[in-house]
């Protein structure tokens, strides 16, 4: 990571750390006091029998609430990472590159079943981001389906996810 | 000796063709996954751990450990011949290994890598052999609020041994307990923070984190670096070996003070990665040849690896005597155990005992099968690395699927995978330390339990964990471990303090 430290000031548009530390702090502040809220209805208390459901989560999310309030009260107010980079706009593209195929692959795998989603992922992120030529894509697509089917189905008689192709062809 | 006849029983029911089988099948898939980007110890384990549930729990339990050591041993091939760590303990081996590659001393470079690493899991494992079975048989007498104290004291060590902001390693802790805590409530039976979707009702599982949070994350990371493998390459044959071999004696004392250092680290949850960067800036402190240290010395090599195997493999002690893990790969091992029905602590030396000393004899075979499929088949796993990273990307995201799905057949948890993964990317650029948070969301359930009976024992007041020396001690430690940011801060200012570390910057970014 040669380009972590310019400044803000720099060619390079970016995200700095404080933000993205600052958003994630308050992220965690909502998530800690939605815990409290939770246990607190739950009963947090001592009850007939001890201890009440509520009572050890209520604390933990108390901690979570104390530790993230002094990390955004750090990140907004404090000197540490001023000027630093968290990422660049021109870095965050592979990140969306590899993101966004990997979501609508989940979505695939919901839909299709995981051996043919898995098949087209590969595939096509061999074809798109590699260059390969459809028929290497799909032979290596292919053949990693067929590969994990024979391992799990056959071996390890793990059924996987499968989808309508699969009902198909009788499996 | 009592171990010894213990331990020759563990060979006997190590030493079978099937177990021995599976050891080199997992120290072979170990080194991929130790090679591999994206892939690690922990989730490499993670997600074959479904696929053992039809094995002998010996059998499993030896397979996974393998993998283990493979990982372990794997992740100095890459920063050897790349330059680029496999796995966050072998940056520092890079310091060195990589000047060594660069003038064409690979070979010699690896051969010191994987003896060290060798030699450092022998020492480890000879002192769990002794040790673990007084810890475990010491720990027989602990309660409740002792349980609890120990616990206590893992999560607090690392708030003070760990490097970065004390509240986001705290955050990052207690984000582990809420998860663990999300699903039915074991003693009283209601629903906790499920908010009505009844895919939470099984709460969180810590083998779709692991998965998410090293696997996903990990992969985003390398897309935003733009990873390039460009690498020496490293040539072993037995002249090498020699030659390496007949040097590396006049390093004992850096190699027995690696050990040490490993040893400690691992038992304490240090972990394997600050154990290796430690071991190699006291190794540049105290060898004549310090001051060439960074450009290709052996005994630079020597001390990270001695020190990350040895951490790695202690790492297994508490995990065995107390059912505590000293990393995560060891905390995702503890969760098979109790996935198989095995209640890991100081019982399970008594209850389990094939079961246990199968895995300590194993663990004597494991590494030397790792030194020897490492050794000859360097070659192979460095081609691995150079198969393009348009193929490797997408085929880790379908592996981590497959586990993340095998784990419950669930759909839902490899959409959690997927959310854990980008967590996973977020919180490693903001110094959120991930380890934490695993042995957080494994020990939730056990530690709540401990705290609740202990509770219950003192009627609901706090003194109860200062009411035996031992009980006290623990905790009185545990808070002074948790204060320590603030107590070295105060010590530092009492006499001006002088602090010259290794250098740390990659290793906080990196840690796992």
């Known amino acids: 990571m040669e380009n972590g430290n310019h400044s803000e000031g720099s060619a390079n548009r970016s995200i700095s750390t404080r933000a993205v530390d600052a958003t994630v702090a308050a992220v965690l502040i909502v998530f800690g006091a939605v815990i409290m809220y939770s246990s607190y209805q739950l009963g947090a208390g001592w009850g007939a029998e001890g201890p009440q459901s509520g009572y050890f989560p209520f604390y933990i999310g108390l901690m979570i609430l104390i530790s993230a309030a002094v990390t955004l009260y750090q990140s907004v107010l404090g000197k540490a990472d001023r000027g630093k980079v968290f990422v660049e706009y021109e870095q965050l593209k592979p990140v969306f590159k590899m993101l966004a195929p990997t979501l609508v692959y989940v979505l695939g795998v919901q839909l299709l079943g995981i051996y043919v989603a898995s098949t087209i992922f590969i595939a096509g992120f061999m074809r798109i981001m590699g260059k390969y030529s459809w028929l290497k894509s799909l032979l290596v697509g292919g053949g990693v389906s067929v590969f994990f089917f024979w391992m799990f189905e056959r071996q390890f008689l793990v059924p996987l996810h499968k989808g309508p192709i699969e009902a198909w062809l009788g499996f | ?512």
Request: charged share 10%.
């Open chain 2, 1 to 512: 000796m009592e171990e010894i006849t213990s331990l020759l029983h563990g060979f006997q029911v190590a030493l079978s063709w099937y177990n021995i089988g599976l050891m080199f099948l997992g120290i072979i898939l170990g080194v991929i996954i130790g090679v591999l980007p994206g892939l690690g110890g922990a989730n490499g384990v993670a997600i074959l751990l479904p696929l053992t549930f039809a094995m002998p729990n010996t059998s499993a339990i030896i397979m996974l450990s393998c993998i283990y050591w493979g990982a372990l041993f794997g992740g100095a091939i890459t920063s050897v011949l790349f330059n680029i760590p496999g796995e966050p303990w072998s940056v520092a081996t890079t310091f060195d290994g990589y000047p060594m590659a660069q003038r064409g001393q690979a070979g010699a470079a690896l051969t010191a890598a994987f003896t060290s690493s060798f030699v450092g899991a022998l020492v480890a494992v000879i002192m769990i052999t002794f040790l673990a079975p007084l810890v475990a048989k010491f720990a027989l007498r602990f309660g409740p609020p002792e349980f609890f104290s120990v616990y206590l004291l893992t999560f607090c060590s690392f708030v003070g041994m760990g490097k970065g902001s004390p509240f986001k390693i705290l955050a990052a802790m207690m984000i582990g307990f809420a998860l663990a805590a999300v699903g039915m409530d074991t003693v009283t039976g209601q629903l906790r923070m499920t908010f009505g979707f009844t895919e939470l009702l099984r709460g969180f599982d810590f083998l779709v984190a692991v998965i998410g949070l090293f696997g996903i994350g990990e992969i985003l990371l390398t897309m935003e670096e733009g990873l390039a493998f460009k690498g020496e390459t490293g040539k072993i044959n037995l002249r090498i070996v020699l030659q390496t071999w007949a040097q590396l004696p006049k390093f004992w004392i850096t190699s027995l003070r690696s050990c040490l250092v490993g040893c400690w680290m691992g038992i304490t949850p240090g972990g394997a990665t600050p154990a290796s960067f430690m071991s190699y800036g006291l190794a540049k402190k105290f060898s004549k040849d310090g001051d060439k240290f960074g450009t290709g010395q052996v005994e630079g090599v020597v001390a990270p690896e001695t020190a990350a195997h040895a951490a790695g493999t202690s790492a297994l002690l508490p995990m065995l005597a107390l059912g505590i893990p000293g990393s995560p790969t060891a905390a995702v091992l503890l969760g098979g155990l109790l996935i198989w029905g095995l209640q890991p602590g100081p019982l399970l030396f008594v209850e389990q005992a094939d079961f246990v000393w199968g895995l300590i004899a194993s663990m004597y075979l494991g590494n030397i099968a790792g030194l020897i499929v490492v050794l000859t088949m360097v070659p192979l796993f460095a081609a691995i690395l150079r198969i393009p990273f348009s193929i490797i990307a997408p085929v880790i995201i379908v592996i981590c699927s497959i586990g993340a799905y095998t784990v419950h057949n669930a759909m839902f948890d490899v959409w959690l995978m997927v959310l854990f993964g980008v967590v996973g990317y977020v919180f490693k650029k903001l110094d959120y330390p991930l380890a934490p948070l695993v042995l957080a969301l494994v020990l939730g359930d056990k530690a709540e339990d401990s705290f609740r009976q202990a509770m219950l024992v003192g009627q609901g007041d706090l003194t109860i964990f200062w009411s035996n020396g031992l009980v006290g001690s623990i905790v009185t430690l545990a808070l002074v471990m948790l204060f320590w940011p603030v107590i070295s801060k105060v010590l530092a200012r009492l006499r001006s303090g002088r602090l010259n570390g290794v250098p740390e910057g990659r290793a906080a970014s990196t840690e796992q």
